[in-house]
């Protein structure tokens, strides 16, 4: 019973996404939702979900699929009025949902206006490109311990992550009386201070 009542609350909030009761206690169309571009964050969770989902319907891992679905839901749950929530992503959304809750995928299609059945839409397909990391955080050690995290781009270059290792205020008071004989970068992995 207690996984019926976790479905049940994930079905609850995807309702809750899309749509709101009014004031008469009838349930319309959410005003987050719009047909606006979605942010670049908002992308990668689509195609994110769509891969993942496509994948584990076909590895037949059914939680895993729904765990995702659960983790796309949160990431679109606007945080404040200003957060709007693009049809354009509940579209591609809703097709995954559909196996899962044919009743309910199929009702808020309908809701949103989108053309034509939920039933004959085509699976929908995931841009690899939109899925690469921009940032990747790294180790900083000095002599192989480690003593700061970096957040760096995936495309800076090794002197400007060099750079930006040693200029992290951890590392600089760690350095402080101590002489810098080399500093070895392994690229979206590590920076190590060697010091003698």
């Given at each position: 019973m207690k996984g019926v009542e976790g479905v049940s609350r994930f079905l609850a909030r995807v309702w809750r996404l899309m749509m709101t009761e009014n004031q008469a206690g009838e349930w319309e169309l959410s005003a987050a939702i719009n047909d606006v571009e979605p942010t670049k964050a908002q992308q990668k969770i689509t195609h994110a979900t769509i891969k993942k989902v496509t994948e584990d319907?076909?590895?037949l891992s059914?939680?895993?699929a729904i765990s995702q679905m659960?983790?796309?839901?949160?990431?679109?749950i606007p945080q404040s009025e200003a957060d709007l929530v693009p049809i354009s992503a509940m579209?591609?959304?809703?097709?995954?949902?559909?196996?899962?809750a044919p009743h309910l995928s199929s009702e808020l299609w309908q809701r949103l206006g989108l053309a034509g059945d939920i039933t004959e839409q085509t699976w929908p397909t995931y841009d690899e490109d939109l899925l690469a990391e921009e940032e990747v955080e790294i180790?900083?050690?000095?002599?192989?311990?480690v003593k700061a995290h970096l957040t760096?781009?995936?495309?800076?270059s090794e002197d400007k992550?060099?750079?930006a290792a040693l200029e992290h205020p951890k590392i600089t008071e760690a350095l402080r009386n101590k002489q810098v004989r080399k500093v070895v970068v392994v690229?979206?992995?590590?920076?190590?201070?060697v010091t003698g």
């Open positions: 319907i076909e590895a059914f939680n895993t659960m983790i796309f839901v949160n990431a679109f579209r591609p959304f809703l097709v995954l949902l559909n196996p899962f180790v900083v050690q000095i002599n192989g311990k760096v781009s995936t495309t800076a992550v060099k750079t690229p979206k992995k590590l920076v190590n201070v």
